[in-house]
């Protein structure tokens, strides 16, 4: 696959990205793809390496190596350096329903998993994804894909994230009649609400549900399943239904002072600013602001890098960032060896952005809230940090970040955003479907056949495995489709 000696002969490339100080101007995507030749040089450094972890999309030793998706990867490289691109997009939509997400928003770990990185750099497999698809809409190979045959089956997906709408699409094109039903006002869930334009802009979704719809699927929006005894309504109208709501409960903190204002969680916080981006340009004012204030961001991962990429956009003062476990190091550590997921150091657009602005990186490692400080108007004013140091639990074994004694500071905060990741379903979406939670407080689906322990009713997405990557949701998504036409018609081809 590809060009033998291609992986010698180029350097890798990837997207051109504007200057930090530049992109915060807006929030606009901020990349400039490659040229198609350029690309095409990328697609020759594939190696034909025997064994191809980077489609692998398994767990090596506890951690995730490869495409969850098992995108044919190497296939679909090859077809880029011989410049049949039309052929490309038919080879990666085989495995994978929307390429356009994955590649701006994908960590990318069939890049982690390439066997260029164990001597150099990865072939740039999420940016040929992106070639490949953006290609393929511009030449108008995209098409609305109706079934020829429709079974006379209705499905209910309920949830609009990457999951459900990856189910909407295989069940629809299977022949089901599939109506999605969505809580919030606009499709995309996760992709439309918890993550900003400039990482992935909103016209991208809409570019989609727009082919959807012409495919026949039906999207019904401001409709909370769990409310109104509209649960009991789907299961007298649908053969089945698919619960795709993600993992919703964000996990908050709980320490003096939490009750103040200004104390948001993150998803309100993106939320609340992509809303009325899309509304209104921001004119309407309907959104949490961050302009010139000293905005404190509790967790160090993707959602807390977006939270500081936003509040810089919003003109904040400053930008403090807290991760409570120690700095990665920056290069593999012997324990987390190649084909897996690298655990190093990773400094994201946000952090780039802050230090731009700031001077210094955003983040303080190891390093939690110990209290916040209101004013006499109950707004948040300050808050009261605590270092912390890894101690083992005798009883346990475990290592657990405990609180240094005498380490605490004062910082101002008069805006605190809670980045701490999510717990699980909502327990009032469980209670209207009747579903069981386990012990994680996910919906407790059967592996494989995706069903709840309710008939009829199915669970895919971080609403069943537990908070996780876009990439991850789809492939359950897919899979999930696959168990639901199954139970209904006796056998599946999907």
Not at 5 to 15: I, M, Q, S
Not at 117 to 126: D, I
Request: one cysteine or more; charged letters at 25%; proline letters at 5%.
């Amino acid at each position: 696959m590809g060009k033998p000696t291609g992986f010698l002969e180029y350097p890798r490339e990837t997207a051109k990205v504007e200057a930090p100080k530049v992109r915060i101007a807006s929030f606009q995507e901020f990349r400039t793809p490659l040229s198609r030749e350029k690309q095409q040089e990328q697609g020759a450094r594939c190696m034909a390496c025997g064994v191809p972890f980077c489609q692998y999309g398994s767990m090596l030793a506890g951690m995730a190596s490869g495409c969850p998706l098992q995108n044919l990867v190497p296939e679909t490289n090859d077809l880029i350096y011989r410049g049949n691109w039309k052929q490309a997009y038919y080879r990666l939509t085989k495995t994978h329903c929307f390429p356009e997400f994955t590649s701006r928003v994908c960590p990318a770990l069939c890049e982690a998993a390439c066997s260029c990185n164990l001597n150099g750099e990865p072939v740039s497999t999420k940016e040929n994804e992106r070639a490949i698809i953006e290609n393929a809409f511009e030449k108008g190979w995209v098409k609305a894909e109706p079934p020829k045959v429709r079974t006379g089956k209705k499905i209910a997906v309920v949830g609009s994230g990457p999951s459900g709408l990856a189910a909407a699409m295989q069940l629809n094109r299977r022949g089901h009649s599939v109506t999605v039903f969505e809580r919030s006002d606009r499709i995309g869930g996760l992709l439309r609400y918890g993550i900003p334009n400039m990482k992935l802009d909103k016209k991208v979704i809409d570019r989609r549900i727009r082919l959807m719809e012409e495919e026949g699927v039906r999207f019904v929006t401001n409709t909370d399943a769990a409310a109104d005894g509209k649960a009991a309504e789907l299961l007298k109208e649908y053969d089945r239904i698919l619960l795709c709501c993600g993992a919703s409960n964000p996990r908050d903190i709980k320490v003096p002072g939490r009750e103040a204002k200004g104390i948001y969680f993150a998803v309100d916080f993106l939320k609340s600013v992509t809303k009325s981006l899309l509304d209104s340009g921001f004119e309407d004012g309907n959104y949490i602001t961050a302009k010139d204030k000293h905005v404190l961001v509790i967790g160090g991962g993707d959602t807390g890098n977006d939270c500081v990429g936003t509040a810089i956009r919003l003109g904040a003062k400053s930008v403090t960032q807290l991760e409570m476990m120690p700095k990665p190091p920056e290069d593999r550590a012997a324990n987390n060896p190649w084909p897996q997921w690298p655990r190093v150091l990773k400094t994201d657009y946000g952090q780039e952005e802050a230090i731009a602005v700031f001077g210094k990186d955003p983040r303080v490692y190891q390093t939690t809230v110990k209290e916040f400080l209101a004013g006499k108007k109950g707004e948040v004013q300050k808050a009261t940090l605590v270092h912390l140091k890894p101690q083992k639990d005798e009883k346990t074994g475990r290592m657990n970040m405990v609180p240094v004694e005498g380490s605490e500071e004062t910082i101002k905060a008069d805006l605190v955003l809670i980045a701490a990741g999510f717990l699980g379903a909502e327990q009032a979406t469980a209670d209207a479907f009747s579903v069981k939670l386990n012990a994680r407080t996910n919906v407790d689906a059967k592996e494989g056949s995706y069903e709840t322990s309710v008939p009829r009713i199915f669970a895919a997405g971080d609403m069943r495995r537990g908070q996780s990557l876009v990439v991850w949701a789809i492939r359950e998504g897919r899979d999930a489709a696959r168990a639901v036409d199954e139970s209904l018609m006796g056998y599946t081809n999907l």
